[in-house]
T-cell receptor
Framework: GAVVSQHPSRVICKSGTSVKIECRSL??????MFWYRQFPKQSLMLMAT?????????EQGVEKDKFLINHASLTLSTLTVTSAHPEDSSFYIC???????????FGPGTRLTVT | AQTVTQSQPEMSVQEAETVTLSCTYD???????LFWYKQPPSRQMILVIR??????QNATENRFSVNFQKAAKSFSLKISDSQLGDTAMYFC????????????FGTGTRLQVTL
């Protein structure tokens, strides 16, 4: 149980375009979802926290107009990187937390490469 | 804000031996959770073990156990009978309670298990 999927697993896009990453909780309802960014050989850095039906809360230094987060249902959150640039290339990981637990369940991650 | 420190960037252990990974944290909270996550080369985050701060008893999960010292704000992970499959990055994480339940990760320890 407690499986989280992410799609796509890898994406390459051209500079200036937008890319959407989906995060789904497959067998539980996630009241809260989280988006992280991980640079090579570094730790996970929280970008934002999203609660179903409300606006996401962004961490300091994260541009909310660049990283659009939508949590439209209890099983789906999306991260859209708008007008992507090479410096946005990174590994993006989502996690989901069910209402009954403080534990977060992680997706397999999405590797974004902006050329 | 919470901080998590992992002072060992890399560790090596021989198969079947025991290794301890260190983690310290700083917080003014009294109630919280602590986690150890494993990130193998696939980059999927896997929960290894968790500890509730209000519990004095150290958590154990098969070959994995923790030494939780609340007053010292220390949370080390002991891996017994190390296996080649234990080779991975290990992240210590501080988990908030309450609505947000955000995780703050340490910088990670790369563990290599050798023959």
């Amino acid at each position: 149980g407690a499986v989280v999927s992410q799609h796509p697993s890898r994406v390459i896009c051209k500079s200036g375009t937008s890319v959407k990453i989906e995060c789904r909780s497959l067998d539980f309802q996630a009241t809260t979802m989280f988006w992280y960014r991980q640079f090579p050989k570094q730790s996970l850095m929280l970008m934002a926290t999203s609660n179903e039906g409300s606006k996401a809360t962004y961490e300091q230094g994260v541009e909310k107009d660049k990283f659009l987060i939508n949590h439209a249902s209890l099983t789906l959150s999306t991260l859209t990187v708008t007008s992507a640039h090479p410096e946005d290339s990174s590994f993006y990981i989502c996690s989901a937390r069910p209402a009954y637990s403080y534990e977060q369940y992680f997706g397999p991650g999405t590797r974004l490469t902006v050329t | 804000a919470q901080t998590v420190t992992q002072s060992q960037p890399e560790m090596s252990v021989q198969e079947a031996e025991t290794v301890t990974l260190s983690c310290t944290y700083d917080t003014s909270e009294n109630n919280y959770y602590l986690f150890w996550y494993k990130q193998p080369p696939s980059r999927q985050m896997i929960l290894v073990i968790r500890q509730e701060a209000y519990k004095q008893q150290n958590a154990t999960e098969n070959r994995f156990s923790v030494n939780f010292q609340k007053a010292a704000k220390s949370f080390s992970l002991k891996i017994s009978d190390s296996q080649l499959g234990d080779t991975a990055m290990y992240f210590c994480a501080f988990g908030e309670t309450g609505t947000a339940s955000k995780l703050t990760f340490g910088t990670g320890t790369r563990l290599q298990v050798t023959l």
